[in-house]
């Protein structure tokens, strides 16, 4: 989901200018040069879940750019309609084909580098059956030290997954705030 | 920040049509007649803080619409290059012009009617100075007996003080999830 630059307003059609509003708004923003609106570009969200059996994570082979053939935990864009918590639930449903509960919210990850922010749930699996979508080259359980931590597709991932291990050594899973450069 | 729908593409300033993508995609999409960009519409964030000073939490009367003179906790849109937690201070800043400390993440609310996800940080207020920016008509500290719970402006506002009050009480705070219909 890349963001090119606004050109031309999604009302109307006519070219937009980058300019401060006339309402106060310390940033520029594309306004209109016909009907005057103000388009306002905001971060993402991405949506997923650590599903985990016992020791194990469940990661996902990607069959999709960016990141082809990298692994990752199910997750994706979050959609209007949804929750959070139903965005994660459907990215591990579509992506994994994976059978699940969702036990809490795990970590958020703010990445202003592309503007997204990802919110990952915990969701322990029921069994070890899993149908992967077409998004999903394969999907496998790993422990810790089987975890391919050079070919994770997502620096969130990385952290997210780093996080779990600990907690899970701990006994006790906490609500993780992470900010990467 | 209302969304109406989109007609015209942001690339080339042709109609758009909404139509389901062909690359797999389950949901319709604005789609240009001309270019074929495929337009996508997500979830808008809000950040914010939870401002207290002992027993005490800060509320800001509102000076614009939506909810003009009710009263709310900082927060608003997050902008794209910032974290959510550098958002939620900039936010708090600019309404209540206190002097704080952010103490960490405590609530993750998503509100699929509106299509939006508000985070609340804790922040521990560092004096009783307050310097209210233009949004704002009055900021001043609550006691939980004393809040405004009539004339709040967000239902996300009044979760998060609930819980906020309730965690005060047990003397721990936890990082809440909640799912507003
Ligand atoms: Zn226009
Ligand atoms: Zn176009």
């Not at 306004?31 to 971060?43: D, F, K, M």
């Not at 999903?136 to 952290?159: C, D, G, M």
Request: proline letters at 6%; glycine letters at 8%.
């Amino acid at each position: 989901m890349f963001r090119s630059p606004i050109k031309h307003c999604r009302a109307c059609g006519a070219p937009v200018v980058y300019r401060l509003p006339d309402d106060g708004d310390t940033r520029e923003r594309a306004i209109c040069t016909a009907c005057r609106t103000v388009h306002y570009e905001n971060p993402l969200n991405v949506v997923g879940t650590v599903p985990y059996l016992g020791e194990r994570v469940l990661l996902c082979k990607r069959n999709i750019e960016p990141r082809w053939g990298k692994w990752t935990l199910p997750a994706g864009f979050m959609e209007l309609g949804e929750t959070a918590l139903q965005g994660a639930a459907r990215e591990t449903d579509e992506e994994a084909g994976a059978h699940f509960q969702i036990e809490g919210l795990f970590s958020v990850l703010s990445v202003p580098r592309v503007g997204q922010v990802h919110l990952f749930y915990r969701a322990r699996l029921l069994d070890e059956q899993f149908a992967p979508g077409h998004e999903t080259i394969e999907a496998r359980l790993f422990s810790e030290a089987e975890v391919p931590w050079e070919e994770l597709a997502f620096r969130t991932v990385r952290e997210t997954l780093l996080r779990f291990f600990a907690d899970q050594r701990l006994g006790t899973f906490g609500v993780h705030s992470v900010d990467i450069d």
